[in-house]
């Protein structure tokens, strides 16, 4: 962004000013340490079947004028849309502050990223920063800009960024419809490989579940070490306290952003995860421990915007009533990881 130099007089002012003031009175640097940042490619805002097709079909060239030929229609939203849009509306908490920061980041170039963008501006997004890589991977920029979350539909930028150690995750199609009037936003994590790394998953792996049990069982008083999103809890709890700070001044504010645990665990193997959470200083609102309880049941009722977990069987089943996000990190993804060239 260029400097600004309002008021009268202002050309005057921009044409003799020595090039030492210029630099002085430039904005200042945009503050991205405060805010929940998110990226988002465009194949997870919005739905590219079509676009896809034809590049498939008719190659770079021929794309890049198709998008030209069809820069003022308007994308159909993608199976990420109903989060961010949710998401982005938590700002009002903090208008000259705004909490989330959503960036789009695009293997597109700038020129044929034009409809997108200009798919963000009919659907009402408020989101006016975007990468454009033309075909370069954008991952670097996961870190570079403190982004707690990178959401794609493109599963070998999600292995890659995983591997990495970056908070990628794969959101798989989708045919749930949320309500239009409904303004809440529901998230819900899977809790080992997702928010703890998959220590225990490897147990289960190699001593089954009655091996499994008895470690949570000999470590419930040792927290997990972190997994890939447990920054991002953190970043939405801090807009919780937000909301429970409006609730304490008015009783009648009924806080949107609500937190779910959704877990194969069950009793006693329980404790550990929420000692892990306790020490971990996150919280969430809702838990289930499910012990073998297909996770679909649960999360048809629940509904959340967003539902991560590391095994594509406890997503697969559910994705007619919610957006499912694919983290493949741990020892349940190796198989997956090694297919795709890529080492976890």
Same mark, same amino acid.
């Given at each position: 962004?260029? =400097?600004?130099?309002?008021?009268?007089?202002?050309?005057?002012r921009?044409?003799?000013?020595?090039?030492? @003031?210029?630099?002085?009175?430039?904005l200042?640097?945009?503050?991205?340490?405060?805010?929940?940042?998110?990226?988002?490619?465009?194949? @997870?805002?919005?739905?590219?079947?079509?676009?896809?097709?034809?590049?498939?079909?008719?190659?770079?060239?021929?794309?890049?004028?198709?998008?030209?030929?069809?820069?003022? #229609? &308007?994308?159909? %939203?993608?199976?990420?849309?109903?989060?961010?849009?949710?998401l982005?509306?938590?700002?009002?908490? !903090?208008?000259?502050? %705004?909490?989330?920061?959503?960036? +789009?980041?695009?293997?597109?170039d @700038?020129?044929?990223?034009?409809?997108?963008?200009?798919?963000?501006?009919h659907?009402?997004? &408020?989101?006016?920063?975007?990468?454009?890589?033309?075909? !370069?991977? =954008?991952?670097?920029?996961?870190?570079?800009?403190?982004?707690?979350?990178?959401?794609?539909?493109?599963?070998?930028?999600?292995?890659?960024?995983?591997?990495?150690g970056?908070?990628?995750?794969?959101?798989? =199609?989708?045919s749930?419809?949320?309500?239009?009037?409904?303004?809440?936003?529901?998230?819900?994590?899977?809790?080992?490989?997702?928010?703890?790394?998959?220590?225990?998953?490897?147990?289960?792996?190699?001593?089954?579940?009655?091996?499994?049990?008895?470690?949570?069982?000999a470590? !419930?008083? #040792?927290?997990?070490?972190?997994?890939?999103?447990?920054?991002?809890?953190?970043?939405?709890?801090?807009?919780?306290?937000?909301?429970?700070?409006?609730?304490?001044?008015?009783?009648?504010?009924?806080?949107?952003?609500?937190?779910?645990? #959704?877990?194969? !665990?069950?009793?006693?193997?329980?404790?550990?995860?929420?000692?892990?959470?306790?020490s971990?200083?996150?919280?969430?609102?809702?838990?289930f421990?499910?012990?073998?309880?297909?996770?679909?049941? +649960?999360?048809?009722?629940?509904?959340?915007?967003?539902?991560?977990?590391?095994?594509?069987?406890?997503?697969?089943?559910?994705?007619?009533? +919610?957006?499912?996000?694919?983290? =493949?990190?741990?020892?349940?993804?190796?198989?997956?990881?090694?297919?795709?060239?890529?080492?976890?």
């Amino acid at each position: 962004m260029p =400097p600004y130099y309002g008021g009268p007089g202002a050309q005057d002012r921009l044409e003799s000013a020595p090039f030492d @003031a210029l630099v002085e009175v430039s904005l200042p640097a945009y503050d991205l340490s405060d805010r929940l940042v998110v990226g988002v490619a465009s194949s @997870a805002l919005f739905d590219l079947t079509d676009s896809d097709a034809y590049f498939r079909a008719h190659g770079e060239g021929a794309y890049a004028r198709y998008q030209d030929e069809h820069v003022d #229609v &308007p994308l159909a %939203p993608g199976p990420a849309m109903p989060f961010i849009a949710r998401l982005l509306e938590l700002n009002d908490l !903090r208008p000259l502050d %705004p909490l989330v920061e959503v960036i +789009v980041l695009s293997r597109n170039d @700038a020129s044929t990223g034009l409809r997108v963008m200009r798919s963000v501006e009919h659907h009402g997004l &408020p989101v006016t920063r975007a990468f454009f890589t033309q075909g !370069r991977s =954008p991952l670097e920029y996961i870190p570079a800009l403190g982004m707690s979350l990178f959401l794609t539909q493109n599963q070998d930028d999600v292995l890659t960024a995983v591997a990495a150690g970056h908070p990628a995750g794969h959101v798989l =199609p989708s045919s749930a419809v949320y309500e239009a009037n409904d303004t809440g936003l529901r998230i819900a994590f899977d809790f080992d490989a997702v928010l703890a790394t998959d220590e225990s998953e490897r147990v289960f792996q190699t001593d089954g579940l009655d091996g499994f049990v008895a470690n949570e069982v000999a470590k !419930r008083h #040792v927290a997990h070490a972190p997994g890939l999103l447990k920054p991002l809890l953190e970043d939405l709890n801090r807009i919780q306290r937000i909301e429970q700070d409006l609730q304490a001044v008015d009783p009648g504010y009924e806080p949107r952003l609500r937190i779910a645990l #959704v877990t194969a !665990r069950a009793a006693p193997a329980h404790e550990r995860a929420v000692q892990s959470l306790r020490s971990w200083g996150v919280t969430i609102n809702d838990a289930f421990f499910l012990g073998g309880i297909e996770k679909a049941t +649960v999360l048809g009722v629940l509904r959340p915007h967003l539902f991560f977990d590391d095994q594509h069987g406890h997503l697969s089943g559910a994705l007619g009533h +919610v957006a499912g996000v694919h983290v =493949p990190y741990g020892v349940a993804n190796e198989t997956l990881a090694q297919a795709a060239g890529i080492e976890i």
